[in-house]
Every structure is written in C-alpha cells, then in structure tokens.
C-alpha cells in the first residue's frame, strides 16, 4: 500500500481559507434529477448505433431497474434488513469497523482511510483515501442505501482532478486522477486542509493510472445506483471524463489499441514486471470506456469523444480477445508457433519464442477453462494469472460468454492454487530465486507467496463473488465467502495472507484494512441481494465480438 501515495510537497496543498474551491457543495443538496423514464439501456444498444446516430443514451440496467434501500442502522444494515434470514455476526462488526474508518472533510464523510490499524507503530499512508482502496466501501454504502458519501468523494477527487501536478520539473497531464488525499484538520484555525498525492510521493514515483478509471466506473455505479442523473451530467463531471480519456485515447507511436503502461501504476504498486500491457490496466480502460460511453453527453464537446471511445473499443475487445487469451489450445498452438514471421500473414505476430513458455503453465492449463494472461507486446509474453484483471473482464463483458464461463472453469478446476484457505491469489503463480532477484529487485515485501508476488488478498473476494452471479455460480460465491468468514474476523481484517494456500496472515500486512472489511460486505450484500450486481456489470454488445476460430475449449 505505502507504494501508492505519501505526502505531497507544499506546492500541492491548500486549505479552506486559500483553495480555488469551485462551489460543489450545491450539488450535494440539490435535488438529484431521477432517471424515471424506462429507456433502452446502453447494454441493450450497440456500438454502431450510438457512433450513427448519437442520440441520448439511456443508462443501463441489469434485470430490473435498481431501487435502493433505505439508511440502515450501524448493526441492521439495509441490505440484511430486506432479507428474511439473520445476517452472519460478522456483518455487524464489518460495519461497524468500517464507519470507524471514515475520513470528513468540513463536516461531511468523503471516504474511507487505507487502515485502522493502531498496533501498527508506523502509519505510513494508510491513513490516507486511496482511490481504488475506496471503490468497494463506496459499493457497501451504495447498496446498504448510503450514497451521500460516494457522492462527496466523486466530487473532491474531482476537484482534486484540476489541481496542477508536478514531479520535479515535469507536469503531468491534466486529467491525472490522485492515487490518494488526506485531510489535516487545524482546531486552531477552524480550518482543513487537502493533501493529494499524484504518484510523486509513491515508490517509483508513478502515477496511478487505474485511478481515473475506478472514479468513471465509480460515478457509473452511484447513477445506476440512485437513479440520479444530475451528478454525471454536471459539466464539470463531464469534463472530468473527456480530461481522463483523452490522456488515454491521445494519438502516438502506439500500434496496438491497449495502454502502455509503466510497473507499479495500479493495484500492483511496487515493481513486478506488470510494466507493457498489463490486463488489469486494460480491462479497466475497456470497462471506463464503455462506463463513460453511458454517461457522456452527445453534445458538441461529448461528441468527438464518443466517437473515439467507440472506434476504441472495437479495437480493444478484438486486440484483448484475440492475443491476451489463452486457453489449452491457443497453448498448444503457441508452442507451435514458427519464428522470425514476416508480413501480415504472419501467425505469430508477436513473434513470440516458444521456448520462453514457462514449465508451469503446461500443468497449470486444464483441458476445460482459460483466461486472459498478464501481458502482451513484442517477443513477450507475461503467462500469469492476474485475478483483478479477469475478473474485471467478466464484469465488463470484455470476455465474452464462452470466455467468462472458461475463466470460471478455470478456477475451480485449479481452486487449491487460485483459492487455496483464504481468496484470493492476486497474481499466480509467484516468482522466485534468480526470477525474483531480476524482476522485483530482491524487494523484500514481495518475496514469494507473499503480497503482490502471489499473495492472497481479501478485498478479491467482491469481484470474484460479482464474476460468479454473473456466470451464474452463486454456489461458488457462498463457498468462497464461507471460507472468508472463517478467517478474516478472527484475524483482524487483514490486508492479505501468506503462503501457497493463503494461510497465514501477511507478514507485513496490515489489520483492518478497510478494503478488506468492505470487499466482504460487498460480497455478502450481492449474494443476498443479486440486483446489486447491475452497479458494476455491463453486458455484452454483439457488435464487438470477434469472429475468433482458434479454438473450441471455450463450449466444451
């Protein structure tokens, strides 16, 4: 975690009295304009019809449109309420732990803090509000009927958004959304004061490139939750998502649709070979792309830029499906492969040397199942699975049926290697010896099974329980929080686990990390209440699929 953020320098700080603070607050009172009218959703739509005609495009809906609860109380949380069954103990002392992390700024809640860890002698910045660390308490609020707080955190990290950023002598692009801010409260001067960290504080000094894509796929999630449209609509939102594509759809020496990106710019924040193309980094683009797409406006500034995150995503879901995946027979079609290919009849157009393909993978492949592997660009080609990227792939419909259905074979037929005691790997399998001297530098937080370089991490476990209703294995999902239950509570809500079976708790690892306490709730409430799946799931447009004939595990 202390990879993502520190603190920043004097230069980005200001407080109450000083800040350049456009007048938000308006919109927190307002009273939100409801979605009433029952459209044709995005979903239901394909690409070409909304890049013809660019007429208003309806907000998505999953089944049926979503009808929030109302505020609960801190142990008789919405969701349990509407249900007939008693809630698990656990999910009383989940929700009290994690409105202990709440963080205000000027009397109003605008996130959570990384960790409440008082045995902790260093705080490092788990104190702070990381972007992606708050995406699932911001799911928990939503669905437990508690949007006030996802709506004061879209709005500060916005404004957080038009700040100038700086790393030594270099600016960083406008649209650069913080990995994380802390508030400094003065008692004296009955005053507050932001503290944002743009990647100049973090190890490695890079910045975060999935933050702006969690805050689109965030702003979706609040408007599909609440039915308020007048937050998405507002034109300093609007800008906010025309600034994040265009650093992402911005014209270069680029020959592949996907981002090149730098090691340590999302989840994964420390050095582990993920620079290139990570999957995390690209289902995440495909997912905010396809997020910003229901909300843009098509008027004369949304327009241009609908137009490119259409032509975007048909590249990108052909490019992904087409070279990141890999099943039993694209494997064996790969070890096949001729080198030194000339043209653009070349098969192996990465030019990819079969006998990089590492030992492991060969077991690890069942006959049954795929997935997407962790990189690809030229004479590479990064064979591990990456749980966040995958999951992300099914919730964003940029696998397709078949290949969501193979990603969950996958699992179960290798549970004790993806699962093992606690959920869920991150990264499999680990690296390790020479591997691991060369890749990470001999760090000493990610040695092997250990945090990034194939630890175990709790707050995995709301995207997997959001995969499995999806591909419709809720049975799955009921054995995966089981075993979660059967642990995290006990341990203090850690930030990850150790070992190849996840079980024991990290050596470095945090306890009560929010994230972990929220990606259980998150979890539970979906399973109770499967309605709340349509705040992150997006369908398939049949227009973006690829006629792909390589191979037939897909069905089998």
């Known amino acids: 975690m202390e990879g993502g953020a520190g603190l920043r320098n004097v230069n980005s700080h200001c407080s109450i009295a000083d800040m350049d603070d456009p007048d938000f607050s308006r919109y927190l009172s307002s009273k939100p304009r409801l979605n009433i009218e029952r459209q044709r959703s995005y979903d239901d739509r394909s690409l070409s019809e909304l890049s013809n005609g660019f007429g208003r495009v309806g907000l998505d809906h999953f089944d049926a449109t979503y009808s929030p609860g109302g505020r609960s109380g801190l142990d008789t949380p919405a969701s349990s309420a509407r249900n007939s069954f008693e809630p698990h103990p656990m999910v009383g002392e989940a929700w009290e732990a994690l409105r202990r992390s709440l963080v205000y700024f000027k ?23 990381f972007v992606r660390d708050f995406v699932p308490s ?108 265009t650093l992402c759809l911005s014209e270069g020496f680029d020959t592949f649709p996907t981002l090149l990106c730098a090691d340590g710019c999302s989840m994964i924040d420390r050095r582990m070979g993920v620079y290139g193309y990570p999957i995390e980094i690209q289902a995440l683009f495909f997912m905010a792309l396809r997020c910003a797409l229901s909300m843009l406006k098509h008027d004369a500034d949304g327009k241009e830029c609908i137009e490119r995150v259409v032509k975007r995503l048909h590249a990108l879901s ?143 476990l709301w995207l997997l329980t959001a995969a499995c209703i999806k591909t419709g294995r809720p049975q799955l999902a009921r054995k995966l929080i089981d075993l979660a239950e059967s642990r995290l509570l006990k341990d203090s809500w850690p930030e990850y686990y150790d070992g190849k079976l996840g079980r024991y708790v990290g050596k470095q690892a945090r306890k009560f990390q929010t994230w972990s306490i929220a ?10 209440d499967p309605s709340h799946l349509g ?16 191979s037939s595990s897909w069905t089998c």
Request: charged share 25%.
């Open 519 to 528: 990606g259980y709730l998150v979890a539970k409430m979906m399973l109770e």
């Open 107 to 129: 009397g109003q809640p605008v996130g959570t803090i990384a960790a409440y860890d008082h045995a902790s002698e260093e705080v490092l910045n788990y104190d702070q509000v």
């Open 138 to 245: 911001a799911l928990a609020f939503l669905m437990n009927g508690e949007p006030d707080i996802v709506k004061n955190f879209l709005l500060k990290t916005l404004h957080l958004q038009g700040w100038e950023k700086r790393i030594d002598r270099f600016k960083l692009g406008e649209g650069v959304m913080p990995a994380s801010f802390k508030v400094l409260h003065d008692p004296v001067r009955k005053t507050d004061t932001l503290i944002a960290d743009f990647g100049e504080s973090a190890i490695g000094r890079v910045a975060p490139v999935d933050s702006g894509f969690w805050w689109i796929i965030l702003l979706r999630a609040y408007t599909k939750s609440t039915g308020d449209l007048s937050l998405s609509e507002m034109p300093e939102c609007q800008k906010g998502m025309r600034l994040i594509l």
């Open 535 to 550: 705040m992150i799931s997006l369908e398939e447009d049949k227009q973006m699929k690829p006629v792909i004939k390589r």
């Open 318 to 460: 052909y490019h992904m499906r087409s070279y990141f995946w890999l099943d039993f027979q694209q494997l064996n079609d790969i070890y096949r492969y001729k080198t030194e290919e000339y043209s653009h009849t070349a098969v192996n157009k990465f030019n990819v040397i079969p006998d990089s393909i590492p030992d492991w993978v060969f077991d690890f492949m069942p006959t049954r199942g795929g997935y997407f592997i962790g990189n690809v660009s030229p004479a590479r080609m990064d064979f591990r699975w990456f749980a966040l990227g995958n999951c992300v792939a099914i919730l964003s419909s940029l696998a397709t049926p078949e290949q969501s259905m193979a990603i969950m074979d996958l699992i179960e037929e290798r549970w004790e290697e993806l699962i093992g005691e606690m959920p869920l790997k991150i990264a499999y399998p680990a690296i390790e010896s020479h591997e691991w001297r060369n890749v990470t530098g001999s760090d000493p937080k990610n040695t092997r099974w250990s945090y990034h370089n194939g630890g175990s991490w709790p707050v995995l």
